[in-house]
């Protein structure tokens, strides 16, 4: 078995998964529409100084941006592979908003309520990114425009499209699906699909 990490012909996927070249539109409920003048990213929640902090649209476009490769592994077993995905690493904004000590977790809230849970360490990790482009091309709005979270490590569910918002938690809490019967960690590597695999 090779290693996940290594790059190239040889890509190995997660257990039970399938790679697919077609990108398939796939969510819970309707797509929101975008109304760049109430659009905001906030980070509120646990913060190092207790305070909540926002971009408008404009000021969210004006930080640092990265391009990072991530392939995005669906639990229903499709597996999109040799994505690369540019807008602001998730560590930009805990640099710029850090975490209080305590802060353990972080729920990621995007329009109509939808949420994903995540350890602060997943929103640390290299790969993670608030993606506003695929491959070069502006996300469509099925796909998450303007803005969605992509946790390469994690099940795709743990990657809301349509963020607005990150909270910071000092205890974990079950996002939407979590609350639904998929796992709570959802690592593709360890086939964590369901709540029923948690000890
Ligand atoms: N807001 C929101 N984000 C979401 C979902 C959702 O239902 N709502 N579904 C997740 C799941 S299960 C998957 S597989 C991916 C699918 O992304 P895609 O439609 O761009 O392929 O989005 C994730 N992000
Ligand atoms: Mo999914």
Partial sequence: MGSHESPGEAEQLPPGQRAQTQWPVLHYGPVPRFKPERWDLQVYGATVDGTKQSWDYGEFHALPTAEVSGDMHCVTKFSLVGNSWSGVLARTILELAPPAPEATHAMIWAEYGYSANLRIED??????????????????????????????????????????????LTADRRGFWEERGYHNTGDPWHEQRYSYQED
Avoid: M, S
């Fill in 123 to 168: 929103l640390a990790a290299d790969a993670t990114i608030l993606a506003t482009h695929r491959g070069g091309v502006e996300l469509t709005p099925d796909h998450g425009f303007p803005l969605r979270l992509v946790v390469p490590h994690l099940y795709a569910w743990k990657g809301p499209k349509w963020v607005r918002a990150i909270e910071y």
